[in-house]
């Protein structure tokens, strides 16, 4: 069965500003979605919202997979279901090894058995592919990282989580373009039947790479359009304001 993430006019807030504003979207595994947006639309909450973050407080609508809600669900829940967050802005995390870390990730996430030798030599395989050599196993979870290594980290836990719906927030932002083709070869690698990615992204430089089947666009916390590749072109071409304007006007 083919599952599906719908989200049903969505409200939320975070430290009462409203965030998020009636947003409506529909991802079915398989597909790849780009969500666009000027800075401060919502971007980031949407994807908080979506993993439950606990500073954001949906305030009206539904998020459902496979028409259940999720909406009183923990993170560590909604993980198990089968949604991962790649973060902007990743967090160091002084103490706990990244090598350890993946480990968790894939016994708690996706009940993984794989005996631990076998594990991390498919885990090196991952590293290795995104550019890092194994001392980055013992070292802690982004802490002394570059931006790219960061965001390049990212992508060996969602290699490692293997998720229904991949969630990458601005996961191009300050990587050099040859990190770029690395993780755009990478999510192209993954793509397929059992995995949705949705990729919110600032520009359209990502998705020259890593082609959407769908492109939104998010202004003031709701999706104003939604179209083809085309939109990320045009919104290249002739940026933001055009999509503002054209809204004001009609
Ligand atoms: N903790 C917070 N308190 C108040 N406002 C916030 C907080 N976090 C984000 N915002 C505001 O919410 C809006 C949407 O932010 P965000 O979702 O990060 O946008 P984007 O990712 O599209 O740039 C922005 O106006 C931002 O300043
Ligand atoms: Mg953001």
Redesign the pocket.
Known sequence: MVSVLKIVDLHAK????E?LKGLNLEVKQGEVHAIM????????????VLMAHP?YKVTQGDILLDGQSILALRTDQRAKLGLFLGF?YPVEVPGLRFGSFLRTLATEVRGDKTPLSQFYSQVKQNLARLGFDESFLSRSLNEGFSGGEKKRAEIVQLMVSRPKFAVL??TDSGLDVDALKVVSEAINSMRGPEIAFIL?T?YQRILKYVRPDVVHI?VD?RIVKSGDYSLAEEIERKGYESIKEAMTNA
């Not at 975070?14 to 500003?17: P, R, S």
């Not at 947006?37 to 908080?48: I, V």
């Open positions: 975070v430290e009462d500003k965030v947006g000027p800075n401060g639309s919502g971007k980031t909450s949407l994807a908080y500073r902007q927030d601005e919110i600032h998010l916390g």
